[in-house]
């Protein structure tokens, strides 16, 4: 999306330039190479702008393509938004609601969207950013209950959204945050789909995908590594990564246990 975006900026520039053909020629090159690195800034600033990870709803997607039920209580309390007093913990706590939304909508389970909504209003009013999780969301929501593809798509721009608003707001830091919260609960509900997640058939696939998600992430945080918040959190994350790098193109049984173990750690510390 980004790249053709970009390019079709690129065949507008390059036609209009084109119909200047009469001027000397070194000028129009001038001008070429001028309308290629604004096409580059352009796409660099798109590239910014996209929330960098598959969203919490299409992992969550790919749960409910493995038949698993839903389980009621796994999600962060919405109890909890009182605990979360610093921006810090705010950006973090709603990407895990932001999990715990889709997992909730994903599932049909309309009561529990309604009272993560909530949850996420009061963290994002807190963040300046009520105009995202507003009621029109809920009643796009609402609409599409039995549309999971069209779902994933209403959720997803909400999380390009948040992003957007906070990188565009000088404040990447936060936005990252609400990424990497985004991961851990969708990490944690992948991994707690039952008493014995290892059990389940397609379950090692997801935790696979989430290996490549959890690289990228650590990747795109490198740039902020003296942002205090942003260096704090990828410490808390040291033994994903420590598990991570164990492991191949496969999982066994103790690898998904120990995925789990370490899912477990990190979020018992983020959502207090």
């Known amino acids: 999306m980004k790249k053709s975006i970009a390019g079709i900026i690129l065949i507008?520039?390059?036609c209009f330039t084109?119909?200047?053909s009469c001027k000397d020629r070194a000028v129009v090159k001038q001008q070429k190479k001028a309308e290629i690195e604004q096409v580059k800034t352009i796409e660099n600033q798109i590239e910014a702008n996209v929330y960098p990870l598959p969203t919490s709803a299409?992992?969550?997607k790919m749960l409910t393509e493995l038949e698993v039920g839903y389980i009621i209580g796994i999600s962060n309390s919405v109890e909890n938004t009182k605990k979360y007093?610093?921006?810090t913990t705010r950006a973090i706590n709603l990407g895990v609601y932001g999990a715990d939304l889709s997992y909730a909508t994903l599932y049909n389970m309309q009561q529990e969207v309604i009272n993560y909504m909530g949850a996420i209003r009061s963290l994002s009013n807190e963040l300046n950013m009520s105009k995202i999780?507003?009621?029109?969301?809920?009643?796009?929501?609402k609409k599409n209950f039995d549309n999971r593809d069209e779902l994933v798509k209403i959720l997803t721009a909400a999380f390009n959204d948040t992003y957007n608003y906070l990188s565009?707001?000088?404040q990447q830091p936060l936005a990252l945050l609400v990424v990497g919260g985004a991961w851990v609960e969708g990490m944690y509900l992948t991994t707690h789909v039952s008493e014995a997640a290892y059990q389940v058939a397609g379950?090692?696939?997801v935790l696979l995908e989430q290996k490549k998600s959890f690289e990228l992430f650590l990747e795109i945080t490198k740039p902020y590594s003296n942002d205090p918040s942003v260096s704090d959190f990828i410490k808390l994350l040291g033994p994903v990564k420590k598990v991570y790098e164990g492991i191949g193109t496969s999982l066994t049984e103790q690898n998904i246990i120990d995925i789990t173990k370490v899912i477990d750690g990190v979020r018992s510390q983020?959502?207090?």
Do not use: P, R
């Open 168 to 170: 565009e707001n000088e």
């Open 203 to 205: 379950i090692s696939g």
């Open 58 to 60: 299409k992992v969550i």
């Open 270 to 272: 983020i959502v207090q």
């Open 85 to 87: 007093f610093s921006s």
């Open 133 to 141: 999780y507003n009621e029109e969301l809920y009643e796009k929501i």
């Open 18 to 20: 084109g119909l200047t």
């Open 12 to 14: 507008v520039l390059i």
